[in-house]
């Protein structure tokens, strides 16, 4: 007998006012799965993660986490277990905050509001800056970090919270080659420490075809497919969903997206 998703959709609509955003989504991720979501710009990748968490509000079907079903009512408590890291957004640098103290606030959630972190909290916090390679940087201001610092610095919080889905939302979005490489190679080295099981959206093909285990293609609303990465892989399946030709190469052993 499988082990029972982590979290799943069952025919979930999502609409803002009289526009359809979401439109009967099913999907299930299985413990330890690492499922990249792919699609065009205005699919619906960002709305489709929010609902894992609560931040996005579906009309009809059902959404589950852990076994437990996410309503408003659950939302916050089941949010407990989840770690959701964003795009990379400015910040300005004389923000006071230190890299230490930004990747500690990931432990105030599951402390609550009048508890301060202990030794636990700040020994979770200094093993996630040893794991994403920032505890040199531990007192730096988070606003004096370049852009794949900061990225480092999220993943480093959302390994203080102890999820066990992790969300990712364009997490190589405005960095350059090298950041988005170095961000990729520090994420597949996550995965293999720690027992995660991982949803990212983004528009890097070739990042999902060498880290995730499975993608779901999201096209104007609807999954039109589902299944393992190698199997994603194919030139009139991915030319479907983005509109556009692509061709597969082989680069170094490896199969790389070409538009």
């Known amino acids: 007998?499988?082990?029972?998703?982590?979290?799943?959709?069952?025919?979930?609509?999502?609409?803002?006012?009289?526009?359809?955003?979401?439109?009967?989504?099913?999907?299930?991720l299985a413990p330890g799965d690492f499922w990249g979501l792919i699609g065009p710009n205005g699919a619906g990748k960002s709305t489709l993660l929010g609902l894992f968490n609560g931040l996005?509000?579906?009309?009809?079907?059902r959404v589950e986490v852990l076994?437990?079903?996410?309503?408003?009512?659950?939302?916050?408590?089941?949010?407990?277990?989840?770690?959701?890291?964003?795009?990379?957004?400015?910040?300005?640098p004389k923000m006071p905050l230190s890299v230490f103290d930004a990747v500690l606030a990931g432990t105030y959630g599951r402390l609550g509001l009048?508890?301060?972190?202990?030794?636990?909290?700040?020994?979770?916090?200094r093993s996630a800056l040893r794991t994403v390679g920032l505890v040199d940087l531990a007192h730096r201001p988070l606003g004096h970090l370049s852009g794949g610092e900061r990225?480092?610095?999220?993943?480093?919080?959302?390994?203080?919270?102890?999820?066990?889905?992790?969300?990712?939302d364009e997490p190589t979005a405005s960095l350059d080659w090298q950041a988005q490489r170095e961000i990729l190679t520090l994420i597949r080295e996550l995965i293999r420490q720690y027992p995660l099981t991982v949803l990212m959206a983004t528009h890097d093909l070739n990042a999902v075809s060498h880290i995730a285990t499975h993608a779901a293609m999201l096209k104007r609303g609807r999954l039109i497919w589902?299944?393992?990465?190698?199997?994603?892989?194919?030139p009139a399946l991915l030319?479907?969903?983005?509109?556009?030709?692509?061709?597969?190469?082989?680069?170094?052993?490896?199969?790389?997206?070409?538009?």
């Open 114 to 125: 009048f508890r301060k972190p202990g030794n636990r909290e700040r020994d979770l916090a």
């Open 151 to 168: 990225q480092r610095t999220a993943l480093a919080r959302a390994l203080v919270q102890e999820p066990d889905l992790l969300l990712l």
């Open 1 to 28: 007998m499988g082990s029972s998703p982590v979290a799943r959709l069952a025919g979930v609509r999502v609409s803002f006012g009289s526009r359809l955003i979401l439109d009967g989504l099913d999907m299930a």
């Open 226 to 234: 589902q299944g393992t990465t190698d199997a994603a892989m194919r």
């Open 56 to 61: 996005t509000r579906y009309q009809s079907g």
């Open 67 to 92: 076994g437990r079903h996410v309503t408003p009512r659950t939302a916050s408590e089941i949010r407990l277990k989840i770690a959701h890291v964003f795009q990379m957004i400015d910040i300005d």
């Open 239 to 259: 030319s479907e969903l983005y509109d556009v030709p692509i061709a597969l190469a082989e680069v170094g052993g490896r199969r790389v997206a070409l538009f």
